[in-house]
C-alpha cells in the first residue's frame, strides 16, 4: 500500500468494482475491503437485476418503482436508473456475465414482488455472485488498481469540508495507516450487521455512514430501513439470515398461516407482505409463517433456485413436499450518505455510491432486484465524474492534506468502530422518533 493513490475506493461489491473499471487507465487506484473480497451483499444477490423491457414497459417500470418508493423517491434518479438499465446489462454481458437466455436465446426476464411484469435478468438463483465474480476478474486484470482486503476505514482524512483521503486498519497487523487520495469513494454497502435479525454479512455495519455523520456530510433517511418478508426460520440468534428470493413468490410459491391458508397477494411490496406477516404470526402466536414452494414445480425449483433447494434441505426441509419456516428480516437500507447523480457527497473530493448513498432512487422503499442495478449505474457514474475532475481540478500533495486534516484518536480501532454502530443505531432511532 502506497501514501497517496488518485482514488481510493472503499468497499469491494458491485458499487466498488464498477466504480474502479469505469476510472481512467492511468490513475492509480486503491480497493480496500473489510473483509474477504467475497464477504460483500453483492455476492448474496440471488433474485437478479432489472431491465427495462422496452419502451413500452417505461411507464409501467417506473410506476412500480415509485409505488414501491411510497412516492418518495427523486424521479430523476428513477428516470436515469430505468433508461439506462439496458446498457448496464450489456456491460455486464461484455465481461461474461452469463444471463439465463429463453428458448430464442433472448435474456430470459423473471419477476418479483411489486413488478406488474416480468423485467429481472437473472442467473439461477445466484446472480449476485456471478455479476460480482466477473467484476472482480476484470478489475484485477486492470494494473493500475491495487485490492487491500481485511483493511477497514475508520475514518477519513479531512478538513472542514474536503475530503483527501482515508485513515485505515490493517486487520491482521493492526497498524493504522493515512492513505492520501485526491477522490475517495465510498461503497461501504449495507448496515445489517448493526441488527440481530438481518440478511446482510454481520462486517457490514454502515461504517461509511457513521463517519459521515460524524464528519458533517450530510446523511439522509437513516430510519428508511427495508425488511425482508421470507428469510429461513432459525431458533438460533445472532447468525446471518438466509434469504429466500422473493422470486420464488414471483414464480408461483405461496404464504400459508399455521392452517395451511394463504393470507395475503404474495406479489405485493416487500412492506406491504412483511405487515402481513407479522399480524399473522402475531395473530396465530407463532414465531414464522410457512412459504409452500410446491406450486413453483419440481423443475423450475431445480433449475432456477438450485441455492435455495440445497440450503433448506441443509436446514432439514425437502421444499418438494413440504413448505418451510419463514420470517422477516432486515435486508436493504434505503437511506445513507447524501449523493447526487453523479455520486457526488455534500463534501468535496468525496463521492457515496452503491447502498451506502442516498440518491433518492429507492424513495421509502425499495422495489426489488433494483440495487443492483442503481449499484452499478451510480457508481460508474460516479466515476466519470471523477475523471472530469481530474482535468478541472489540481491535485492534492500528502504534504497538505497531512498538514491540512483534522484527525482523531486511533488507538482503539475496534472500540471506534464499536462506537460507529452505536452512534448509527441512535440517530435511527432519533429519525424514528421524530417521524413520530
Ligand atoms: C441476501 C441478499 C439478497 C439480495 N438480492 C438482491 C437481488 O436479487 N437483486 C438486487 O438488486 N439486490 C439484491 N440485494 C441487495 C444488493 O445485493 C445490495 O444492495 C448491493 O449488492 C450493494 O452493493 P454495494 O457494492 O453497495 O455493497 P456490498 O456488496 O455490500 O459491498 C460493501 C463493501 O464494503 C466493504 N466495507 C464495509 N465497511 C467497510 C469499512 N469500514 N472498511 C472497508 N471496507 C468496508 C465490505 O467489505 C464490502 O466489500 C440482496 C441483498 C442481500 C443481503
Given at each position: 500500500m502506497k501514501e497517496k493513490y488518485d482514488v481510493i475506493i472503499v468497499g469491494a461489491g458491485v458499487a466498488g468494482l464498477?466504480?474502479?473499471?469505469h476510472l481512467p487507465k492511468d490513475k492509480n487506484i486503491l480497493i480496500i475491503c473489510k473483509g474477504t473480497p467475497e464477504e460483500s451483499d453483492s455476492?448474496?444477490?440471488?433474485?437478479?437485476?432489472?431491465?427495462?423491457?422496452?419502451?413500452?414497459?417505461?411507464?409501467?417500470?417506473?410506476?412500480?418503482?415509485?409505488?414501491?418508493?411510497?412516492?418518495?423517491?427523486n424521479p430523476a434518479a428513477v428516470e436515469c436508473m430505468i433508461k439506462s438499465s439496458p446498457d448496464v446489462i450489456d456491460e455486464l454481458i461484455s465481461v461474461g456475465v452469463d444471463f439465463a437466455r429463453d428458448a430464442d436465446g433472448k435474456l430470459a426476464a423473471t419477476r418479483e414482488g411489486g413488478h406488474s411484469k416480468n423485467?429481472?435478468?437473472?442467473?439461477?438463483?445466484?446472480?449476485?455472485?456471478?455479476?460480482?465474480?466477473?467484476?472482480?476478474?476484470?478489475?484485477?486484470?486492470?494494473?493500475?488498481?491495487?485490492?487491500?482486503?481485511?483493511t477497514t476505514l475508520l475514518d477519513l482524512i479531512c478538513s472542514e469540508n474536503e475530503c483527501m483521503g482515508a485513515v485505515v486498519l490493517d486487520n491482521k497487523s493492526g497498524c493504522v495507516k493515512k492513505i492520501v487520495?485526491?477522490?475517495?469513494?465510498?461503497?461501504?454497502?449495507?448496515?445489517?450487521?448493526?441488527?440481530?435479525?438481518?440478511?446482510?454479512?454481520r462486517l457490514l455495519t454502515?461504517?461509511?455512514?457513521?463517519?459521515?455523520?460524524?464528519?458533517?456530510?450530510?446523511?439522509?433517511?437513516?430510519?428508511?430501513?427495508?425488511?425482508?418478508?421470507?428469510?429461513?426460520?432459525?431458533?438460533?440468534?445472532?447468525?446471518?439470515?438466509?434469504?429466500?428470493?422473493?422470486?420464488?413468490r414471483g414464480e408461483g410459491a405461496h404464504l400459508l398461516d399455521k392452517n395451511g391458508n394463504r393470507f395475503c397477494d404474495e406479489l405485493q411490496p416487500r412492506d406491504v407482505v412483511t405487515a402481513a406477516i407479522k399480524k399473522k404470526m402475531e395473530d396465530d402466536g407463532t414465531p414464522f409463517v410457512l412459504l409452500d414452494m410446491r406450486p413453483v414445480g419440481r423443475e423450475e425449483l431445480s433449475s432456477h433456485f438450485p441455492g435455495i433447494v440445497e440450503r433448506c434441505a441443509e436446514e432439514g426441509y425437502d421444499v418438494f413436499s413440504t413448505p418451510v419456516p419463514v420470517v422477516p428480516a432486515q435486508h436493504y437500507f434505503m437511506g445513507g450518505v447524501r449523493s447526487d447523480l453523479d455520486g457526488k457527497t455534500t463534501m468535496r473530493r468525496l463521492y457515496a455510491v452503491g447502498e451506502t448513498c442516498c440518491n433518492g432512487v429507492h424513495g421509502a422503499n425499495r422495489l426489488a432486484s433494483n440495487s443492483l442495478l442503481e449499484s452499478l449505474l451510480f457508481a460508474k457514474r460516479a466515476a466519470l465524474d471523477i475523471e472530469r475532475n481530474f482535468v478541472s481540478e489540481n491535485p492534492l500533495t500528502t504534504e497538505y492534506?497531512?498538514?491540512?486534516?483534522?484527525?482523531?484518536?486511533?488507538?482503539?480501532?475496534?472500540?471506534?468502530?464499536?462506537?460507529?454502530?452505536l452512534t448509527l443505531l441512535k440517530s435511527i432511532e432519533e429519525a424514528k422518533n421524530n417521524v413520530r
Open positions: 464498477n466504480c474502479a473499471l455476492y448474496l444477490a440471488q433474485g437478479g437485476i432489472c431491465r427495462l423491457q422496452g419502451e413500452e414497459d417505461y411507464k409501467s417500470y417506473y410506476t412500480d418503482t415509485m409505488s414501491a418508493g411510497h412516492d418518495e423517491n423485467r429481472i435478468c437473472f442467473h439461477k438463483d445466484c446472480t449476485g455472485k456471478e455479476i460480482t465474480t466477473k467484476l472482480m476478474q476484470a478489475v484485477t486484470k486492470l494494473k493500475n488498481v491495487e485490492i487491500c482486503s481485511q487520495a485526491d477522490y475517495t469513494v465510498l461503497a461501504t454497502g449495507g448496515i445489517g450487521g448493526i441488527f440481530q435479525h438481518s440478511t446482510n454479512f454502515g461504517d461509511g455512514v457513521a463517519i459521515c455523520l460524524k464528519r458533517g456530510v450530510a446523511v439522509d433517511h437513516v430510519d428508511y430501513i427495508q425488511i425482508h418478508p421470507t428469510t429461513l426460520y432459525s431458533p438460533v440468534k445472532g447468525k446471518r439470515c438466509f434469504l429466500i428470493s422473493e422470486s420464488v492534506a497531512l498538514n491540512n486534516a483534522i484527525f482523531g484518536d486511533y488507538s482503539d480501532p475496534n472500540g471506534l468502530l464499536d462506537g460507529y454502530k
